[in-house]
């Protein structure tokens, strides 16, 4: 059993006798043990007392350097959450009376040192002083996070009369604390409807009559002191003493107004391309149905261009993602230019865009604008003081004759731009049936996939997460390549849409969290330090019913722990059945592992399903990351996933950082952890192993 604490007890006396018998009963005390120091004057106490370690002062009031309550009083102005007890005689009893008004914690009289009260009382002194010092730090701490959180939190008593405001409510409400004490809480809270304009109901008013928690009502705003407004969301809850009676109310609340425009941005990106501002897929496909209906009533036609940039992916690859860009705004505003006002310029992703030209009378006018479509690409784009140049091959397709739906339309266009494709790009096809070059090539690939997982043909590749404030490699992303013998080192765009059409997607993909999981634990085995693993997870593997008991198998065979893996899943797939991807997800969280979003930002997720899943990280999609840097305005995506992101206690990755200024907009940002090109392209497994202990031993 572990001593107790010695208790230090200073003397300040002049009589050494007094010392002496202090020393001797507070010895033998079964209240100890204590340890007795004395001086002999007020200065030599105070330099006592500043070496700190004093749990309690007794103290003469008739010292060599002082006399009476000066001595008291020099003493608790120096050191007053020092205990403080004075040693009096009965003639100055009146004395030692007066400085316990000021300050002092007792007396004792001198001739009565002996008795077993005294030690008792300095007990009694030190438990109360360490009692003292614990609500003080209690309160200091609660205080602190208090005003640290950007919650505004007003606390009322039971007349609902405001007695707190942490800083946050400060800002929001536009009172102070010394402003608001003591004010009604409607005359601080001022709260209306945003729509009906009408007063709300004040919710601590209902919360003091009902004795529980509630919450706002939608589209609540708060009037602040100077009349702006504001709108909130809240909880109010009642406050009870220790008996369970209720003393007041505390109310919670938080602007959400930037909540409410990221919102309304994504609905927005929800049917437009994030790079080109154009519709997306989603909102092409509704005008290629409008676009239909009408054409069916007038008797004319409809025509769908499918385009894909020929030498796109070498420009990318080459000169940067950043020049990528630049370069695919630079195409839409030459596509947007050669199309009437009525028709749709569309971005399908990566460098594929879809021109739907709607109440066409013949092909002719399709076919002027193909033609006009190549010249215009045909000249050089001046992206970042670089002539570049870059064609199309294009396939078209025509309603009715080749599709009735937007489905079909955009299906036989994409098989005649791969007709064009085979007849020397830079051209374009109208749709035949006879045109099979895609089923071909698709059936080609998918013959070669099959012998790829026989023949483990396939590798991954790692790319380094960092921790953006240190620089420390704490994860990894895996990396599906393709090593074919002919046609070399193949990315997954190439062949994992198909691998999914076909279902070779889910036997891949185990092999892939297989391999992923083993490489860490060889990491691991090698002496490397353990860090975590992070793997994509594709659709059809997430709602196949045996993922769950696959992915325990895989990391019992492995043997690496559940805790350094981190699945990431996109926005798409959890939403494509919330409630079911909740309740697995909930298994994988039960299991240890790590959940990611992946690409957050750029689908469309519900908010409240998003506070319901069991959710560690949001990745921001690498897009909002490159719009760092460029317009006023562009980076308030990221800025605003990294404080939802924050907001929700999620820990939040930036992908694609390509720069110091991206790198510094993220770190403002707080911004925890990153990956991309600035700290390394994705790397075989003895290259990641190479560049973790090369930063192992730069940051340490």
Same mark, same amino acid.
């Not at 004395?38 to 060599?64: C, H, P």
């Not at 990318?316 to 370069?327: F, M, R, V, W």
């Not at 025509?398 to 007709?419: N, Q």
């Not at 070059?437 to 013959?447: L, N, Y």
């Given at each position: 059993? =572990? ?5 230090? @007890? ?8 007094? /010392? ?125 996070? +208090? ?34 004490? &003591? ?20 919710? %601590? ?38 008996? !369970?009676?209720?003393?007041?109310? %505390? ?32 909102? +092409?496909?509704?005008?290629?149905? =409008? ?36 370069? +695919? ?19 399908? &992703?990566?460098?594929?865009? %879809? ?54 339309? @955009? ?33 080609? @690939? ?22 953006? %404030? ?8 895996? +990396? ?7 046609? !070399? ?13 076909? !279902? ?68 798409? /797939? ?9 309740? @697995? ?11 990611? #979003? ?23 999609? =690498? ?12 980076? #308030? ?38 990956? !991309? ?24």
């Amino acid at each position: 059993m =572990q001593p107790s604490p010695q208790h230090r @007890i200073l003397v300040l006396s002049s009589s050494e006798a007094d /010392v002496e018998i202090l020393k001797r009963v507070l010895s033998k005390a079964h209240d100890g043990p204590f340890r007795i120091e004395s001086e002999n004057s007020l200065a030599a106490g105070l330099a006592r007392l500043a070496d700190g370690a004093i749990d309690v002062v007794l103290v003469d009031l008739t010292l060599a350097d002082s006399r009476g309550l000066d001595t008291f009083d020099g003493l608790f102005a120096a050191y007053p959450r020092t205990p403080i007890m004075t040693l009096t005689s009965l003639e100055e009893e009146e004395e030692a009376i007066e400085a316990v008004t000021r300050g002092a914690q007792g007396y004792l009289l001198k001739g009565h040192f002996e008795r077993n009260l005294v030690p008792q009382a300095l007990r009694s002194v030190i438990i109360r002083k360490e009692v003292e010092e614990a609500l003080y730090l209690e309160k200091t701490r609660a205080e602190i996070a +208090l005003n640290s959180i950007s919650d505004a939190v007003i606390c009322t008593d039971i007349a609902g009369r405001v007695n707190y405001l942490n800083v946050a409510a400060e800002t929001m409400t536009g009172w102070s604390r010394q402003d608001a004490d &003591g004010q009604p809480i409607a005359a601080v809270f001022r709260i209306i409807n945003s729509v009906t304009r009408e007063a709300e109901v004040n919710p %601590v008013d209902l919360v003091l009559q009902q004795n529980e928690a509630m919450g706002l009502a939608a589209n609540t705003v708060m009037i602040r002191r100077d009349g702006a407004e504001v709108p909130i969301e809240d909880s109010t809850s009642p406050i009870h003493d220790s008996n !369970g009676k209720l003393t007041g109310a %505390v109310v919670v609340f938080h602007d959400v107004g930037a909540a409410k425009a990221m919102s309304e941005k994504m609905a927005y990106l929800a049917h437009h391309d994030f790079l080109t501002d154009l519709p997306n897929r989603l909102l +092409l496909n509704d005008r290629i149905s =409008q676009a239909i209906t009408a054409a069916r009533r007038r008797g004319t036609k409809v025509a769908v261009l499918f385009l894909d940039l020929d030498n796109f992916k070498h420009i990318n690859d080459s000169l940067g993602h950043a020049t990528g860009d630049l370069l +695919l705004r630079s195409v839409t505003q030459r596509l947007s230019a050669c199309v009437r006002s009525s028709d749709t310029v569309s971005r399908q &992703g990566g460098d594929e865009f %879809v021109i739907l030209l709607s109440d066409c009378s013949d092909e002719s006018h399709i076919a002027s604008t193909a033609e006009k479509i190549h010249a215009a690409l045909s000249l050089p784009h001046l992206i970042a003081k670089r002539e570049l140049h870059v064609s199309t091959s294009m396939g078209i397709s025509v309603y009715p004759a080749d599709g009735a739906d937007a489905e079909a339309l @955009i299906k036989s266009a994409d098989t005649a731009m791969y007709y064009a494709k085979a007849k020397g790009r830079n051209n374009h096809q109208f749709f035949s049936n006879e045109m099979n070059t895609r089923a071909v090539e698709r059936q080609f @690939i998918e013959s070669n996939l099959r012998r790829a997982l026989k023949e483990q043909e396939f590798v991954l590749h790692y790319q380094p997460k960092v921790n953006l %404030v240190t620089g420390k490699i704490i994860g990894a992303e895996a +990396l599906l390549r393709w090593q074919h013998p002919e046609w !070399g080192m193949l990315l997954p765009e190439r062949f994992v849409a198909i691998a999914e059409d076909c !279902g070779l997607i889910v036997p891949l993909g185990q092999w892939v969290l297989r391999e992923a999981c083993s490489q860490a634990q060889r990491w691991i085995d090698a002496g490397v330090m353990p860090i975590s693993m992070a793997v994509n997870i594709s659709a059809l593997e997430f709602r196949q019913k045996s993922f769950f008991e696959n992915l325990d198998a895989i990391l019992k065979e492995t043997g690496l722990a559940p805790a350094l893996l981190q699945l990431e899943i996109t926005e798409g /797939v959890l939403m494509h059945d919330a409630s079911a991807s909740a309740a @697995i997800l909930q298994q994988l969280k039960d299991l240890g592992l790590q959940l990611a #979003i992946d690409d957050f930002g750029t689908g469309y997720s519900s908010l409240s399903y998003l506070k319901q899943f069991p959710i560690d990280v949001l990745k921001i999609d =690498q897009s909002f990351v490159h719009d760092i840097g460029g317009d006023d305005d562009e980076g #308030i995506i990221a800025s605003a996933v990294i404080g939802m992101g924050n907001s929700l206690k999620l820990r939040v990755v930036a992908e694609g950082i390509e720069n110091q200024k991206q790198l510094a907009f993220l770190k403002m940002q707080n911004c925890e952890e990153g990956q !991309g090109f600035l700290f390394s392209k994705p790397v075989d497994a003895e290259q990641f192993a190479q560049l973790l202990a090369a930063n192992v031993e730069q940051v340490g």
